[in-house]
T-cell receptor, first 113, second 117 residues
Framework: DQQVKQNSPSLSVQEGRISILNCDYT??????FLWYKKYPAEGPTFLIS?????DKNEDGRFTVFLNKSAKHLSLHIVPSQPGDSAVYFC????????????FGTGTSLTVIP | DAGVIQSPRHEVTEMGQEVTLRCKPI?????LFWYRQTMMRGLELLIY????????DSGMPEDRFSAKMPNASFSTLKIQPSEPRDSAVYFC???????????????FGPGTRLTVT
């Protein structure tokens, strides 16, 4: 059973607009969340993370929001650029039990120039 | 550092053959992970090691799959015998979770695309 779910397999956004990628999780023990970005024929690369003690973390054009009560997190990209076109994976972890990550199935983002 | 190194990048084999995938983690990292990427399940953890010791192999799909980490700089994932349903991209990742840096992210290799015909 998937403990981390990304229900949108794909998303298309116009260049310059906001991209919002969503992720839901089921395990209330998760306390650390990450987003990874993956280009074709490459491995996933770390993008941004957030601890459960926060509800927002920002890094340049990327912001991750965490809603613990809803077990939901989202990644906002503003403004979106064509180079952001990639597959984005959400991951969750319970740091008390080690470094094991649970990944979602990914959302393919296409930014249209 | 060169990052996580995986070989081969592509492997095409016939059903029933043995396949060995190789991984060199980032130097100094104490955790190593093997993942399989599929459309249905995304990035699926197969097994992970801490200080060369297997910690959790519950994700290994069948006894046909085995993984070893003989030292801190090398790991293998073996499939014997291989089947067409094993066709996927296999990733290796490493992290230095056990250090005091507070960095928890995993660093991924470029992956091995396995095709079993």
């Amino acid at each position: 059973d998937q403990q981390v779910k990304q229900n949108s397999p794909s998303l298309s956004v116009q260049e310059g607009r906001i991209s919002i990628l969503n992720c839901d999780y089921t395990n209330s023990m998760f306390d650390y969340f990450l987003w990874y970005k993956k280009y074709p024929a490459e491995g996933p690369t770390f993008l941004i993370s957030i601890s459960s003690i926060k509800d927002k973390n920002e890094d340049g054009r990327f912001t991750v929001f965490l809603n613990k009560s809803a077990k939901h997190l989202s990644l906002h990209i503003v403004p979106s650029q064509p180079g952001d076109s990639a597959v984005y994976f959400c991951a969750a972890s319970s740091l008390n039990t080690g470094n094991q990550f649970y990944f979602g199935t990914g959302t393919s983002l296409t930014v249209i120039p | 550092d060169a990052g996580v190194i995986q070989s081969p990048r592509h492997e095409v084999t016939e059903m029933g053959q043995e396949v060995t995938l190789r991984c060199k983690p980032i130097s100094g990292h104490d955790y190593l992970f093997w993942y399989r990427q599929t459309m249905m399940r995304g990035l699926e953890l197969l097994i992970y090691f801490n200080n060369n010791v297997p910690i959790d192999d519950s994700g290994m799909p069948e006894d046909r799959f085995s993984a070893k980490m003989p030292n801190a700089s090398f790991s293998t994932l073996k499939i014997q015998p291989s089947e067409p349903r094993d066709s996927a991209v296999y990733f290796c990742a490493s992290s230095n979770f056990g250090s005091s840096t507070g960095a928890y992210e995993q660093y991924f290799g470029p992956g091995t695309r396995l095709t079993v015909t």
